[in-house]
């Protein structure tokens, strides 16, 4: 099952991502970095109270942490720790190869040969510098209590990176034939057209996650996730239980998946890359949400189990998640792209309402593609709502926060008490449901 199928989205970013992550790649960078972010959140999204308080504080000794938290934009969805948490997850992508006494650069993947057509199982040539030597150095210094605090915190972030990484198939091989005689390097030597433009194969796999750089969309692809891949849909959970055996399923997935069972065609550049068979695309990117889900959850009870702290560390802070609350800007939609990031209240007329099976859309003003904003409710938040054909019509005032889709403004609903109408129906309109 596919997420986005949820939704239709973002197909065309994974397109743009791609062509981002073409050129100039070498064997790192597992998913984008809006990748990791899902996935992180997923995994904040797991802990209890406890654990929350307990990431937070170890990174607070990140060499980074000034620099997160000075980036954070206080909204009504997720706070400071969740946010410092999932830019944790790409910071092993950007001290690559610039000088940082933390950088790993082979801790990225692991180069399982494949050789085509029967795959014999052979190891990784470099057992103690792969990213599976990468995941137990850094679980080893977060059960270290005495450990210095800034190597706990950059191991957190390691950890938390690195789950990631082994989760992307191409992470875990590297394919050797006669045009590969030294390998493909996980499929960033392998070319193919999923359109006009040729593109590393790598580059394809890194980019299915999205590439948006808010936040917020990260954390809602992350609750989507989590809504289409709960823990008991996941039998792999509990039937591989550490790093090296998801590894492997990352290996066979590249097989599978990736090659094709050595069937793909490409081309050793871009002048003789090969067209990606039909589908190709739409496949690798429900493999990938799957591979994301385990990834979040199994970052999660990593982290339970190996980080450790010297003493109790406070809850955080309570926040609410009741956008209405904090809300106090009055916007129409035209205005509503100035403000992403920032909780407001939208206010226009309802034109349509779109009641699909997995997802509402509340269309504000105006209808169809080119409307400047719109408003969802996701499935898990359905039931509260109920049937909100009623809402037509009416002048309503919509409060959350601004979040970005697809270049576009869009408030996500949580809670009915985000909806209000206004104007001459304000005191007589009532949900059908009440008497």
């Not at 973002?10 to 970095?33: D, E, H, M, P, Q």
């Not at 996941?234 to 090659?259: Q, T």
Request: hydrophobic content about 40%.
């Amino acid at each position: 099952m596919a997420v986005r199928n949820v939704r239709v989205k973002r197909i065309a970013s994974i397109f743009i991502a791609i062509i981002g992550l073409t050129l100039c790649r070498t064997n790192v960078f597992g998913w984008g970095a809006a990748g990791h972010q899902v996935i992180a959140a997923e995994a904040y999204q797991q802990f209890s109270p406890e654990m929350k308080a307990q990431v937070f504080e170890a990174l607070k000794a990140h060499p980074d942490f000034a620099k997160w938290t000075n980036a954070y934009r206080a909204n009504a969805n997720f706070d400071l720790a969740a946010y410092v948490f999932m830019r944790s997850s790409t910071w092993p992508d950007e001290i690559r190869r610039k000088g940082n006494q933390y950088d790993h650069p082979n801790w990225h993947f692991i180069d399982y040969p494949l050789r085509p057509p029967a795959f014999p199982f052979e190891p990784d040539a470099k057992p103690n510098d792969n990213v599976l030597f990468g995941i137990a150095q850094s679980e080893q210094v977060l059960s270290d209590t005495n450990a210095n605090s800034e190597l706990r915190a950059a191991s957190l972030s390691w950890l938390v990176h690195l789950i990631g990484d082994e989760h992307q198939p191409l992470h875990c091989e590297s394919l050797f034939t006669d045009a590969y005689p030294n390998g493909d390097k996980g499929g960033n030597d392998f070319y193919v057209k999923p359109n006009q433009a040729a593109v590393r194969l790598h580059g394809i796999w890194d980019g299915l996650l999205g590439s948006s750089a808010n936040p917020r969309t990260q954390w809602n692809y992350a609750i989507e996730l989590e809504t289409a891949f709960p823990r008991k849909s996941l039998p792999e959970l509990y039937k591989h239980k550490n790093p090296k055996e998801w590894s492997l399923e990352s290996r066979e997935l590249a097989i599978e998946k990736g090659y094709l069972h050595g069937e793909l065609k490409g081309g050793m550049n871009q002048e003789t890359a090969v067209s990606l068979p039909e589908d190709y695309t739409k496949n690798a990117k429900a493999v990938a949400e799957h591979q994301a889900a385990l990834a979040g959850y199994r970052l999660a009870d990593e982290i339970q189990q190996f980080l450790k702290m010297g003493s109790v560390v406070p809850l955080l802070p309570e926040i609410t998640n009741v956008a209405v609350q904090v809300a106090t800007r009055k916007i129409g939609v035209l205005e509503a792209k100035n403000y992403y990031n920032e909780a407001v209240i939208v206010t226009g007329k309802v034109v349509q309402v779109s009641t699909r099976p997995t997802i509402t859309f509340i269309s504000i003003d105006q209808t169809g593609p080119t409307a400047p904003f719109s408003t969802v409710i996701f499935p898990e938040n359905s039931s509260k709502f109920g049937d909100v054909q009623w809402l037509k019509e009416h002048d309503v005032e919509i409060s959350g926060t601004i979040q970005e889709y697809r270049n576009k403004p869009e408030i996500i609903l949580d809670s009915p008490d985000q909806i209000k109408i206004v104007g001459a129906n304000a005191g007589t309109a009532k949900h059908p449901n009440q008497n």
